[in-house]
């Protein structure tokens, strides 16, 4: 009968991860022939060929400056793939993976990622290694970008935010020398990695910034998925909601049970098989439909915005409209006082602008109808509906609104 894992068991495991973490951070610092974001820009910039130690054996590679233009390209191209915001969806991530870290996973060789601590947003996995590594296992972390944000939704139940935050946007990182040495520095530029961040170039392993996700990961975030771990969250996110002070405070950060071990470690063996391809379709059927959305939205503040402008051109025609007859009305009120003529004159003119008036307004009722019925054709309402509702909204009869229809050919 297999061993029942405890918390202290996975104390002892974050012990001897956080000695393996030091060690890796001393070792980087004394790395050789890094690739900086410096040297790219300097050599770009002076058109000099780049020369650099590799290894400690007295190896060197050398790239001359269109090498490094095409890293740098390949550098843009990777963070307008991924966008600006912090993590990046899950969807996204399975779907830019490279397929063969994608079969190691459904072929079997991470058997485990087991979910053993949470802290606020944070995830902590023990993932196990494949049978051809000299470790045994890994330690993935993973943040819930949106986990914040959900928290505070009043309308959905706690399981439902749980599992929107587990397939939503996460940052990651994972110990094994696949993330170090070949997608550490993608997740960087790409707004999803998780302290350690790279800043030197995957010069020799990973050039064309492909893939993102070690198979420790993948199957992390496939163990995310299972009922199972976002039941469990969903009652962190309860307790979280309810807490004072700072959701993810390190006195806050809470060991899974033995039993809830357990049936995570149940969960992550029963993870189905990732098919690439259907992955891919659906990461590309969801950013189609979010372009439709946005453009969408686009055409609707566009035509709300359109509307907003006639509006006011009409006020603002309006109101000079009203202030002429003032301005004409004071001038022929002042000279009406001193001259009979002038009042005669005053009444000519009057009438004349009373006559403009008249013409204004019937040419504001056939601009209005000639709208209505624009607007009713775009929607479909029935041109007859339409002119109905315009004799009734301007008190006139139905007659005098088709004469208008046929004198100006609408």
Known sequence: MPQVETSRDFKAFERIFAQIWKKKKEDRVQGVGLLT????????????QLILQYGRQGGIVVYSPEELRQFYNEIIKTKGE???????????????????????????EIK?????????????????????????????????????DLMTNATESFISLAKKAVSGRVSFDCDCGRHQYWYRYLATIGGFALSPTEQDFPKIRNKELTGCCCKHVIKTLKTMQTPVVYNLLALEMKKQADA????????????????????????????????????????????????AFSRKQAEMAQKKKNKEAKAMAKEAQQESLAKRDAKIRKQYEAKAKSDEEEKKQL??????????NEQTKRDTIVSNLFTALDVGKAFGVPREAVINKFSKDNKMTLDEVRALVERYKF
């Not at 399975?94 to 063969?100: D, F, G, Q, Y």
């Not at 601590?117 to 993973?142: C, E, I, M």
């Not at 995570?264 to 439909?289: C, G, Y």
């Not at 009444?347 to 403009?356: N, S, Y």
């Open 37 to 48: 974001p410096k040297l790219i820009k300097d050599h770009i910039k002076s058109g000099q």
């Open 82 to 108: 991924f966008g600006v915001k912090k993590g990046a969806p899950v969807l996204q991530l399975l779907a830019a993976s490279r397929k063969e870290d994608i079969d190691r996973v459904n072929k079997g």
């Open 112 to 148: 485990t990622a087991v979910l053993y601590k949470v802290r606020g947003d944070y995830l902590y996995f023990r993932a196990s290694a494949s049978p051809q590594s000299n470790a045994t296992h890994h330690q993935v972390h993973v943040r819930l970008e949106d986990w914040s």
């Open 244 to 291: 004072r002070g700072f959701a993810d405070d390190e006195k806050k950060k809470r060991f899974l049970n033995k039993e809830e071990i357990a049936r995570v470690k149940r969960a992550t063996k029963q993870t189905s098989d990732i098919d690439h391809e259907a992955v891919q379709r659906e990461w590309r059927d969801l950013q189609r439909a979010q372009e």
């Open 347 to 356: 009444k000519a003119d009057m009438e004349k602008l009373r006559q403009e």
